[in-house]
């Protein structure tokens, strides 16, 4: 079919190999930095009870001395019984953030907090978080009985026996106690990794790309049940993920890293309804940039006017969300359509207005033809996202 997707790369900004973003008029400039000065946000989180269980400061690992560190300045706040996301593109320093959490790796410079004591250089042993690995780690001579009751080897054999039941039970797997890993599907075993973190009752797990391994059906099945799963057990969790979607069904709070730092710290919808650069706006989820003239809550922009989330004065860059887009068919209509995908539960659709390209995602109703005119209306509020947005607040 005629999909112009491929080219039409000003939905995802962040996709440019130099870093550029690319505006709806085609022209290109230096994307705003990783981390624009008080923008990040790094709200609370909202079920928080107490003070925070971990606090990461400044967290920096340089693996080659010249290069740009792998992790430049890392500081989050994790509460207690919270599951939060590290969500970020394929190198951005997750892994190493979380490995410097586990003990795993030691960092150039911060510090790691838990429950007010420094354990910045304690080793993995005796820090108390749990750590399940991508590919599981289980013991595929041993079944899954043995694989949870491994960890307990401190505890009386009764003790630890009943702890194994105890966790058998909490995953659901008690009739499948004497399998071994290799009897089990993915999401099984993925159950039995996290039974064995959980029964040392840790009160932090770290989970990296925990269901890559899954089928995406499974996937999505086993990320409802690992999130209930850790909140029964009462446990925090850290999961990294390059999966945007992943991180908006599964976390209380996302933190939303770039190029070694965190770009922004908020709820599933804050980041997605108040993204602070393009960057953000266009990694989770897609995001149209448009550029107007704003003045207050109201804006100027080739698309018409617009209503803004804040308030500011003077040239913008804007945020549209396919979904913010209507397409009315009109016969003189001001815009074309040139593509579109039909997905069951909605469609896609790409429009073209003189040399700008919009990506529009619509109910699965109406159907438009390709090359029908349309006119088009922005039918929310949008977010203003340029890097220096502090300086163009209206009073
Ligand atoms: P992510 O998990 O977000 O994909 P990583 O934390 O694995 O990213 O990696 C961040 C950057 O650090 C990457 O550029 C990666 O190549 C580099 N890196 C990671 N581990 C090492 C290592 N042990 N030695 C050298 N470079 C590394
Ligand atoms: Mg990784």
Redesign the pocket.
Known sequence: MDNPASNDVRTTPSDRADGRAILDDGETRPAAPACPAGLIGGAAYAGASGPPLMIIEGLK?I??PGERP??NGVTIDVYEGELLALL????????????MIGGF?QPDAGRILMRGTDITHLPPEKRGIGFVFQDYALFPHLDVFENIRFGLHNLPRKQAEARVREMLELVGLSDLSRRKPHELSGGQQQRVALARTLALAPPLVLL??PFSNLDAAMRVETRQEVRALLKEAGSAGIL?T?DQEEALALADRIVV?EA?KVCQVGTPDEIYRNPVSSFVASFIGRSNIITGKAQGLGAETPFGRVELSKAVNGTVDLAVRPEQILLEPHAEGEAEVIGREYRGHDQLYWVKKGERRLLVISGPAEQIEIGARVNLRVCDCVVPINQDIQALIAE
């Open positions: 690992r693996f080659r792998a992790v970020g593109p394929s190198g951005c320093g997750k892994t190493t953030t979380l490995r790796e990296d790309e990294v390059h890293m070694g």
